[in-house]
């Protein structure tokens, strides 16, 4: 039995997570296996109606679970970057969910927007760091005179505290942003990535960074991929700066097997991954911490355009949920839940309203449990 925390969030986001967890449900059962869901209101609603975000009480309490289910957050009604930091952010850190795991995978019945390319060509992972480089929310911007400040970096694995001096011109306006890596946040996410390439059988692993302009930190960044690729002899490696990445992930998407990236380029290739693996609906991701609780979601966000409509597509939610249960050990699940998803998509019967056909968000999901049906006769 697992202990779930069950966040849907607003928006889309209740709608895609109810057909996401029924299908986890019913698939675990066949297995003989039981999700105990624990589930939080935290969200716009929540936050507007009572004035509460995330309070580290619940915080500690999800430390003791195995591991958290979340839809999206987001409402026009809330100033933007309120409920990202205090919810999704605070999560991610206070929990140290260094590894943001993207699967790029083109499914059988879904089209690419790359001509020619099929689920052939388009199979690739992208795990990306999560928690430096220039997302250590250190910064600032100013106008005029001299200007000093201190900063504590508290977004990484030490603490430590940056001074910097300006004496700039009379109306002169700067803004600034610092990045940071370190040896010990780089090696344990390069890491992960040959560990996953081990454990899913793949035999490649793909650094992706600006080690020749921005030397000093991505060279430091490089080192590290070469060190650490000394322990996994069977392993080979390749090595691309993220400008020629954007195209060969249009031009050759075939090339990659697992792709290592630091935070920043990692937040754009993984939204060009989704887009060439067809759409947004489609794309789920992971927030790991091996050593503790991992948070599994949809890639897009609560789409309040078609709220309550029945439009969204559940099938980044439900292939999120797969990706859960393969963290906790349950990989017959796991894959179950990929295998028919995909056979229901290449059947094309049911086609999402996404992708232009009429399957509404809860037929999407019967369509499924229909099948995991037919698994048990
Ligand atoms: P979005 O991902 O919610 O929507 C972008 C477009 O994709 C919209 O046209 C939407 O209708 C469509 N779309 C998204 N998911 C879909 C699905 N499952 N099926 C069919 N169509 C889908 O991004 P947007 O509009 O920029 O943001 C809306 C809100 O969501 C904002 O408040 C934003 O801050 C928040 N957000 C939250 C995220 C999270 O909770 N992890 C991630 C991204 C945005
Ligand atoms: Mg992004």
């Not at 889309?12 to 986890?24: H, L, N, T, Y």
């Not at 933007?80 to 952010?89: D, R, Y």
């Not at 803004?175 to 490649?204: P, V, W």
């Not at 029945?310 to 990706?323: S, W, Y």
């Amino acid at each position: 039995m697992y202990n779930i925390a069950l966040i849907p969030g607003d928006g889309i986001g209740p709608e895609v997570i109810r057909e996401g967890k029924r299908i986890i449900d019913f698939a675990s059962e066949l297995n003989n296996v039981q999700i105990n869901w624990v589930e939080f209101p935290f969200g716009a609603e929540h936050y507007l109606k009572k004035g509460e975000l995330l309070p580290d009480s619940v915080l500690e309490e999800i430390k003791g679970m195995d591991a958290i289910y979340l839809g999206a957050v987001g409402d026009p009604q809330v100033k933007p970057g309120i409920l990202e930091k205090e919810i999704l952010l605070k999560i991610r850190f206070s929990l140290d969910q260094y590894i943001n795991l993207r699967p790029i995978r083109l499914l059988q019945g879904i089209e690419s927007p790359l001509r020619n390319k099929t689920f052939k060509n388009i199979n690739f992972y992208v795990v990306r760091e999560n928690t430096e480089d220039f997302y250590i929310g250190t910064g600032s911007s100013f106008k005029g005179k001299e200007y000093h400040s201190d900063h504590v970096i508290k977004r990484n694995l030490f603490q430590s505290n940056i001074q910097i001096d300006f004496q700039l011109d009379g109306e002169e306006e700067i803004g600034y942003q610092l990045g940071l890596l370190t040896r010990k946040g780089s090696d344990r996410i390069i890491r992960y990535a040959f560990e996953l390439a081990e454990k899913k059988g793949l035999s490649k692993v793909s650094t992706v960074d600006k080690a020749n302009v921005l030397s000093d930190m991505y060279g430091l960044w490089r080192r590290v991929f070469k060190d650490v690729s000394r322990d996994f002899p069977d392993i080979s490696t390749d090595y691309y700066y993220v400008d020629a990445m954007t195209m060969l992930m249009v031009t050759n998407p075939e090339r990659f097997q697992i792709v290592v990236t630091p935070n920043m380029f990692g937040d754009i290739i993984t939204d060009l991954g989704a887009a060439i693996q067809g759409g947004i609906g489609i794309a789920a991701s992971a927030n790991i911490n091996p050593e503790g609780i991992s948070m599994f979601e949809p890639i897009h966000g609560s789409a309040p355009d078609i709220k309550n409509q029945g439009k969204a597509n559940p099938i980044a939610a439900i292939l999120a949920g797969a990706m859960m249960l393969d963290s906790l050990g349950e990989t017959k699940i796991a894959s179950t839940i990929e295998n028919v998803t995909q056979e229901v998509l290449k059947e094309g019967k049911i086609k999402p309203i996404e992708f232009g056909g009429k399957a509404s968000t809860s037929e999407i999901g019967d369509g499924i449990i229909k099948k995991l049906k037919k698994l048990l006769n």
